[in-house]
C-alpha cells in the first residue's frame, strides 16, 4: 500500500471513529426531553411538520420519511417555501419538530412564529440550548458535538450524524411506544424488497 493510500485510509478511519464516538456520546447523553420530545408527538392529533435548511433539511426529509413509512405522519416543510405559502401546510393540531444546529436558522423563523401563533409545540434539535430557537421550542433536543471532523471543523458531519441519529431514535421509540408490528410495517409497504422480506417473516416479531 502506497503512502498516499495509507493516508486516505487513516482519514476515513478517523472520520467514522469520531462519529462513532459522536454517538457513543449522545447515547449518553439522553435525558428527559427526549421522553418529552416522544410523548408530545404520541399527544399529537394531526402531523409532524420537520423542517430544516441546508445539510439538516437533507437530514430533516429522511426523519420524515422514516417516521411517515413506522406509522407517525409527517410531512417536509422547505423553510424558504413556508414564507411564501407553503405555512398553509401547518394545521392546528400537528406537531412541528425543526432542525437547525446553529439554532439561529434565518429561514426557520416564519415557521417558528406561525406555529407560535397557531398554538402549535415546537420540537428542536440544535447544538446550542441558548439559541434562538431553543428558547422559543416547546421541547429542545441538545445534539452539540465536540467538533465536525474536518480539516475547517465547520463542514456537518458528526452534526447531521447527530440529527439522523436522534431522529431514527424518536421514530424506534414510537414505534415501541406504539406496539408498531411486523403486519403494520407490511400495510405501508406494499411493494419491492421489503415487501418479500416481511412475507419471509415467521409470526410476529415485535420486540
Do not use: W
Request: hydrophobic share 40%.
Amino acid at each position: 500500500m502506497t503512502p498516499r493510500e495509507q493516508e486516505l485510509l487513516a482519514v476515513g478511519r478517523r472520520m467514522i471513529a469520531t462519529e462513532a464516538e459522536t454517538l457513543a456520546r449522545l447515547g449518553e447523553s439522553l435525558d428527559q426531553s427526549f421522553v418529552e420530545a416522544v410523548d408530545t408527538i404520541l399527544a399529537c392529533r394531526g402531523k409532524l411538520i420537520v423542517s430544516g435548511m441546508g445539510k439538516s433539511g437533507i437530514i430533516a426529509r429522511k426523519i420524515a420519511a422514516t417516521l411517515t413509512s413506522t406509522g407517525t405522519p409527517a410531512l417536509f416543510l422547505h423553510p424558504a417555501e413556508a414564507a411564501h405559502g407553503d405555512l398553509g401546510i401547518i394545521t392546528p393540531e400537528d406537531v412541528v419538530v425543526l432542525l437547525s444546529y446553529s439554532g439561529e436558522t434565518d429561514e426557520l423563523r416564519s415557521i417558528v412564529l406561525h406555529a407560535q401563533r397557531g398554538g402549535n409545540p415546537i420540537i428542536a434539535m440544535t447544538g446550542n440550548p441558548n439559541s434562538s430557537l431553543a428558547t422559543k421550542a416547546n421541547v429542545h433536543l441538545n445534539i452539540k458535538v465536540e467538533r465536525e471532523d474536518c480539516v475547517l471543523d465547520i463542514v456537518p458531519t458528526s452534526s447531521t450524524t447527530a440529527e439522523l441519529a436522534i431522529g431514527d431514535a424518536i421514530a424506534t421509540a414510537l414505534m415501541h411506544s406504539r406496539r408498531f408490528r411486523c403486519d403494520d410495517f407490511a400495510r405501508l409497504h406494499p411493494g419491492g424488497y421489503i415487501e418479500h422480506r416481511i412475507e419471509m417473516t415467521q409470526g410476529d416479531t415485535y420486540k
